[in-house]
């Protein structure tokens, strides 16, 4: 990077603290980020996030913190409740943005931020962490190289996710799933099963996917598995790739990949000898996704996770929250 952006965040809560400060941390002490501001509605909780970090500054007025402290960008980590109003109502800044997944939490939301976003040209990233995750970026290119896909299998398992709103998580293994086949959803049928011994409307989610480019899909959701992780089986002609995903310190951490042919595996990478770092922040992707927004802002291009990207995954989460068994793209 040829300068140091000044970076403001929005929102001091864990997300923010487990993940966003160290990788805040190490990219100012690299030298690539000045820690201007950060912003919650709770004064001390802002205050204690810039004493711990290092930003020079908290506030609990976001209007205030953009006039006095000069932000070259924002990071937005609200709460889902409230992502997409935050962003499309200081989208009129035209300040570049960084918005914590989902950017909204159905269609008609995330059409108005997206507008909004677009009047105002804001470059903006919605952060799908999984696209930063070292063993995702290496299975990723060996993609490229491979060519052919015929199915993508993610797998996303929980230990007693019953609140109501866990679809704003599962929105990861669905938007996973399109980034790997390369290509957006063209139909996906839904199915549940219902898991009443922990209350009303907990369910495991099940899609069985077809992408515009022909690959097929199965994207499985399991809330209540009695272990945490996230794995990705990919088919290709002749070849097959198996990532197991270092997520949230799980067992399988600091994660695989391995490749199989002719029925052996003839690869297997740990997560350990490809991740940007020994940490959390760096092994899921976070610390490399916040980098990658830096330097789109200081090069001024538009990241390729746009809200126009990820209104796919926000509309299949409507679907999901609303119990809908089938979505088509129009």
Known sequence: MKMAVRVALIGCGELARDYYAPAFRRLAKEG?????????????KSRAYAVETGFEKSYSDVKRMIRESGPDCMLIATPVTVTAKTAADLSRFCIPMMIEKPPALNAVDGELLKQALQKN????????????????????????????????????SRYRRTEPTFYTTAIHSVDLARYLAGAPYEKVRISYQSLPQYGGGVDNIFMDCRFKNGVSG?????????TVNERVMV?????SFFARLPVWGCSDCPGTLEVHEQ??????KSGREISDGPGASEMN???AEIR?????????????????????AVKIGECINNRMNEFEED
């Not at 499985?220 to 009695?226: A, D, I, N, R």
């Not at 088919?235 to 070849?239: A, E, G, K, L």
């Not at 029925?263 to 297997?268: D, E, I, T």
């Open 263 to 268: 029925g052996l595996p003839v690869s297997v």
């Open 285 to 287: 992707g976070f610390y």
């Open 218 to 226: 199965q994207v499985s959701t399991l809330v209540c598995s009695g």
């Open 32 to 44: 690539a980020a000045v820690l201007a501001a950060c912003c919650d509605c709770d004064e001390d």
């Open 121 to 156: 040209g804001v470059l903006h990233q919605i952060a799908f962490n999984r696209h930063y995750m070292p063993l995702i970026r290496e299975l990723k290119s060996r993609l490229k190289v491979s060519g052919d896909i015929q199915n993508v299998q993610v797998l996303m």
């Open 292 to 312: 990658g927004f830096l330097q789109a802002v200081e090069s001024g291009r538009q990241p390729e996770e746009s809200m126009e990207y990820a209104m796919q």
């Open 235 to 239: 088919t290709c002609d002749d070849r």
